[in-house]
Nanobody, 125 residues
Framework: QVQLVEFGGGLVQAGGSLRLSCAAS????????TGWFRQAPGKERESVAA????????YYSDSVKGRFTISRDNAKNTVYLQMNSLKPEDTAVYYC??????????????????WGQGTQVTVSS
């Protein structure tokens, strides 16, 4: 079993940047497909980005493509989400998740086995 903890959320002005970190313990995170999801108040949880075990294959939702970058540092057992050009509509609680299933661009939240507690990102206009 792997435990996930997110860091790096906060308040930022529109156009600014944040980097979220997802630190794993208990197991090697490179053994899992890893994704970032977000949930805004009153909305369903949505997939933002995902990365394969090797880090070679990445997925981004259309809403963040070109602005967000997912990466993994296996030596630190950590996955990152670099968020640039932030918009007020990016405001949400961001969650890191790990799946035993091999990477698939159509993976949904229910296919992930482990979740972090979430970190709040607020973008002011």
């Amino acid at each position: 079993q792997v435990q996930l903890v997110e860091f790096g959320g906060g308040l930022v002005q529109a156009g600014g940047s944040l980097r979220l970190s997802c630190a794993a313990s208990g197991r090697t995170l490179s053994s899992y497909t890893t994704g970032w999801f977000r949930q805004a108040p009153g909305k369903e949880r949505e997939s933002v980005a995902a990365v394969s075990r090797s880090g070679a294959i990445k997925y981004y939702s259309d809403s963040v493509k070109g602005r967000f970058t997912i990466s993994r540092d296996n030596a630190k057992n950590t996955v990152y989400l670099q968020m640039n050009s932030l918009k007020p509509e990016d405001t949400a609680v961001y969650y890191c998740a790990a799946a035993q299933k091999a990477f698939d661009t159509s993976m949904r939240s229910h296919e992930y086995d482990y979740w972090g507690q979430g970190t709040q990102v607020t973008v002011s206009s």
